[in-house]
């Protein structure tokens, strides 16, 4: 990926719709936002609008494929596709989606965005049907898994003239994203992060185990977000349906001793630990090899034992160049709470939240939360996972400066 500068370079892609005109005023909002821009037009595109448009607004020639010789796609694509600290696509037809999708490389615009390195954005405009049709969807689905972004069409009329999903998102809002994704900090390069989330299961017996809420949602968006800023990220994971955030080294872990023992492998090699898992404190006595029987009416008693506390073992033997934070999920009294964990802990940093409020807490993707470090304290408002992941980021630099 190209470095960001005072003027960062976007490649602009035009595929063949409509819509293609709006991308000359993108071309314009990019650059009164300070972006130098390059135009890639498919062929398609250049029946909708004339390449000398893009030509005079951009100060660069547009590269299309209608009069260019195939052999020099092999040269130029790498040098655009370098060039590039974003690439956006508006409009992106449901013909590119699929490309790109399928990683097919048979035009200018495909073969820059195969070989790209920069983030991507794609601005789907299409007619509704052609939208919804599973295809498309499946294809959209296969991109943002990859990490390929998406400014989602709005509803509206057509020109095909259907009312309904599929028009270009309005160009302000594309920019806006554009400007978004540029701005994108690598403020954690060269750092390694250790992130744990999601729950423990403890076995009482082959098929039962005791558990908890915990989704793993803010452990995955703390990871993603680590791994956005150029930080090494090491997830260990506990039992979730999430995927595994692009580029990051996961390891899972069952048990709160099986995290504990992940733990001690890793935190030592690590500048900033987060352990925003769930662990569960109590385990039984006996795991049972075979399955528990009915009781036949008698109450059924399970003894447990207290597990380690895997966050005040890893704050023992910290290092004074190691950041580590811990997590406070709370029900009352949730900022004291919180503060003797983070004393008792050896803690930098604890995240507390009343995980009885809207918005809060287990499986949704927003969160409320105050950041309590040694010396300061900051509650910020309802955001998503990943705003916060951002915003915990931030403060464990400031307390790292
Ligand atoms: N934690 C841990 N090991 C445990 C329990 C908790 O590492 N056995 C960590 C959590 O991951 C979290 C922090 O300690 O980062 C606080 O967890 P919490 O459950 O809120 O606190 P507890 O220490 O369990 O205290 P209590 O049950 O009294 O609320």
């Known amino acids: 990926m190209g470095t960001v500068n005072t003027r960062p370079h976007v490649v602009l892609g035009v595929t063949g719709g409509i819509a293609a005109y709006k991308a000359c005023e993108l071309l314009r909002l990019l650059q009164k936002g300070g972006a130098e821009v390059q135009v890639i037009m498919t062929r398609n595109a250049c029946e909708f609008v004339n390449p000398l448009t893009f030509e005079t607004l951009s100060g660069y020639p547009a590269v299309t494929d209608t009069f260019d010789r195939p052999e020099r796609w092999s040269v130029e694509h790498v040098a655009m ?3 590039a600290d ?21 035009d200018m615009l495909s073969t820059t965005v195969l070989a790209t390195a920069a983030p991507v954005l794609v601005a789907p405009a299409m007619n509704t049907g052609m939208y919804i049709n599973p295809a498309t969807q499946a294809n959209m689905n296969v991109l943002r898994n990859r990490g390929i972004h998406f400014a989602d069409p709005a509803s509206g009329y057509l020109a095909c003239g259907d009312t309904g999903v599929g028009k270009l998102a309005p160009v302000e ?21 250790l992130v744990t989330a999601g729950p423990t299961r403890e076995m009482l017996d082959p098929v039962r185990y005791i558990s908890n809420r915990s989704s793993g949602k803010m452990g995955y968006a703390l990871a ?8 090494e990220v090491t997830l260990l994971t506990g039992p979730v349906s999430l995927t595994v955030p692009e580029g990051v080294h996961a390891v899972s872990f069952l048990s709160t001793e099986d995290l504990l023992n992940a733990m001690l492998d890793n935190a030592a090699l690590n500048d900033i630990i987060i352990q925003a898992a769930a662990p569960a404190d109590y385990r039984p006595v006996n795991v049972e090899t075979q399955k528990i029987k009915k009781q036949h009416g008698e109450p059924f008693v399970l003894t447990m034992v207290e597990n380690p506390d895997v966050a005040a073992t890893v704050g023992a033997v910290k290092r004074d160049n190691q950041t580590f934070v811990g997590f406070a999920a709370e029900t009352e009294k949730v900022l004291e709470h919180a503060a003797k964990k983070l004393e008792k802990k050896n803690l930098d940093l604890i995240v507390a939240n009343d995980v009885t409020a809207p918005g809060a807490g287990f499986d949704v993707d927003t969160n409320i939360v105050t950041l309590i470090a040694r010396n300061r304290q900051q509650s910020l408002p309802l955001a998503s996972k990943r705003e916060v992941a951002d915003a915990i980021l931030d403060e464990i630099l400031r307390i790292r400066a």
Do not use: S
């Open 173 to 193: 809002d594309i920019a806006a994203r554009c400007f978004e994704l540029l701005g994108r900090k690598q403020d954690l390069n060269g750092l390694r992060v």
């Open 224 to 231: 993603a977000a680590a791994k956005a800023r150029g930080a």
């Open 86 to 106: 974003l690439f956006v696509i508006a409009p992106a037809t449901a013909n590119i989606l699929a490309k790109m999708a399928a990683g097919i490389a048979d």
């Open 81 to 83: 596709a370098k060039w």
